[in-house]
């Protein structure tokens, strides 16, 4: 029972590489999403996805891509990797996507990507 | 945009004391969830509730929604609970908002 797989656990960039961020669930969630978490702030949402070919916004989307081509993976890509982009970034899934039940399960977390940009 | 609150920041406690980690957020909700960041990094869901009381071992978390305000508990503290303790709480199309963590450090 794998849950939610992220790879790679570390990335080192040089600003203005691009790469790509994975994330593959078991789980058959409906719901998954990207958040970074940055020292003295809390995780923030940069982009999520209700199912299979439909993604959306979060707070700190700029930057960043996403595509929801299967109900099992959503990568996140980095177009030209910045020093400001230096995280560490989780992807989560969730059981339910309607818009008043989105947060009502518990969510399952990635055990996360250390991404540093010089 | 939902503001969440978390206190305190940071707590250092002796084994066995009792534990109280407070969350409290500024627009209503629909669900609260708790969830425990380990010294690896890595962040496990505890509690997902959005009324009343939920219990799990020696884990007790409450919310009271007329005050916008959520309570975890450790009965029993023991050094393997020291982590990050993070609330998060959701409810609209702009995802969940995060706290910005507890850091609970329990000394044997």
């Known amino acids: 029972n794998a849950g939610v797989t992220q790879t790679p656990k570390f990335q080192v960039l040089k600003t203005g590489q691009s790469m790509t961020l994975q994330c593959a669930q078991d789980?058959?969630?409906?719901?998954m999403s990207w958040y970074r978490q940055d020292p003295g702030m809390g995780l923030r949402l940069i982009h999520y996805?209700?199912?299979?070919?439909?993604?959306d916004q979060g707070e700190v989307p700029n930057g960043y891509n996403v595509s929801r081509s299967t109900t099992e993976d959503f990568p996140l890509r980095l177009l030209s990797a910045a020093p400001s982009q230096t995280s560490v970034y989780f992807c989560a899934s969730s059981r339910n996507s309607g818009t008043a039940f989105r947060y009502n399960s518990p969510l399952h977390f990635g055990n996360g990507t250390r991404l540093t940009v010089t | 945009k939902n503001e969440v609150e978390q206190s305190p920041q940071n707590l250092t406690a002796q084994e066995g004391e009792f534990i109280t980690i407070n969350c409290s957020y500024s627009?209503?909700?629909?669900?609260l969830h708790w969830l425990q960041q380990h010294p690896g990094g890595g962040i496990v869901s505890l509690f997902m509730?959005?009324?009343g009381k939920k219990k799990h071992g020696r884990l007790i978390a409450t919310i009271n929604i007329q005050e916008k305000h959520s309570s975890l508990h450790i009965t029993a503290s023991h050094p393997r609970d020291s982590a990050v303790y993070i609330c998060a709480v959701g409810g609209g199309a702009d995802g969940l908002t995060f706290g910005k963590g507890t850091h609970l450090i329990i000394q044997p």
């Open positions: 509730l959005s009324s």
């Open positions: 627009v209503g909700i629909s669900a």
């Open positions: 996805s209700v199912g299979a070919g439909i993604t």
């Open positions: 789980m058959n969630h409906e719901y």
